[in-house]
């Protein structure tokens, strides 16, 4: 149960801070270059539909952001968001850290795959971000989600190599509304009280340890 919502936790938050990295360098193509910058520090293929930064005021607007499996897990989409918006403390990221007012999400599907081995396409994400985080390293550190509004539709789960066809979980799960989460953990403990009521156990491979920066406070 803990390392699905620490990954998806982590795979998120990694995105949303590559994606704010890229407003810091005022690119005039941010959309293109939060592609890459994606890319580069997860080692997935990501594509944005939209990407809609506000200079008035400390908000991104994103629709259609998909990451894909490793070509190994097939290439097919890992993760869909139709549409997220956020709103950040632009004084807390002029310091280097990353404090959200606001995160509304809606993950569409999340897809997990395994191979002929049993090893979890979630698994071997999350071996691979870990150590382009470690070799790369990150100014930016988490410092909460003030209000995390969170709509999560599908799971599905497919075995590669296996002619029995993906099996899809509704999880109905609509505008949760969640608040004061000043650490990862205090995201993680929310989100697991989310899974265990939404009965996502028999989908959960097995618990890894992962590290997150975060302000320690």
């Known amino acids: 149960m803990k390392f699905i919502v620490r990954w998806l936790f982590r795979l998120l938050l990694l995105t949303l801070v590559l994606a704010l990295g890229a407003l810091l360098l005022k690119d005039a193509l941010l959309k293109e270059l939060a592609e890459a910058r994606i890319r580069r520090r997860t080692g ?17 607007t994103v629709e259609g952001l998909k990451l894909f499996n490793p070509p190994e897990f097939g290439g097919s989409p890992l993760l869909d968001i139709p549409d997220g918006h956020l709103e950040y403390d632009r004084a807390a990221l002029r310091s280097g850290r990353v404090r959200l007012r606001l995160l509304r999400l809606r993950v ?5 795959v395994r191979n002929a081995q049993g090893l979890s396409n979630l ?19 988490f ?17 590669l190599g296996m002619p029995t066809p993906p099996k899809t979980f509704n999880l ?4 949760e509304i969640l608040r004061n989460l000043q650490t990862p ?33």
């Open 123 to 141: 698994q071997a994400v999350q071996q691979m971000v870990a150590a382009r985080a470690a070799a790369e390293g990150s100014s930016l550190v």
């Open 172 to 175: 109905g799960l609509r505008n």
């Open 44 to 60: 997935l293929e990501a594509q944005i539909g939209r990407l809609e930064v506000n200079l008035l005021s400390p908000t991104i």
């Open 185 to 217: 953990q205090d995201v993680e403990r929310a989100l697991l009280a989310l899974a265990a009521r939404l009965g996502l156990s028999p989908l959960l491979p097995p618990p890894a340890v992962t590290n997150l920066n975060h302000s320690g406070r």
């Open 108 to 112: 569409a599907e999340l897809t997990v």
């Open 143 to 159: 410092d909460g989600i003030e209000t995390l509004n969170l709509t999560f539709e599908q799971v599905r789960t497919c075995q």
